[in-house]
C-alpha cells in the first residue's frame, strides 16, 4: 500500500483503503482520496474502493472523501459500514 499522509489527508492512489475503528471515526477538515491524477487533477487511471467501519462515524466541516474518476477509468466505492 503507498499512501501519502498529511496533516490535512490521506491519498492511496488507485489502493483499496479500509479504515477500522472500535467506536468512532471521525474526520474533521480532513480529505481521504483514491483517485489517481495528474498535475492537472485529471484522472490517471481507475480509483480504489474506500471503506469505513465503526459504530459512529462522523464527517465534520469541511471534509471530504473522493474515489470519483473521470474519463475512461472507473470510480470506487465509497462504503459506510
Known sequence: LN?????????VA???????ADSL???TNTTVSSRVVNASGNSTAA???????APTIEILGDSKIHSFADGAFAAGDILFD
Open 14 to 20: 488507485g489502493g483499496h483503503l479500509t479504515i477500522l
Open 25 to 27: 471515526i471521525r474526520l
Open 3 to 11: 499512501a501519502g499522509s498529511t496533516r490535512d489527508g490521506l491519498t
Open 47 to 53: 480509483s480504489g474502493n474506500i471503506t469505513l467501519t
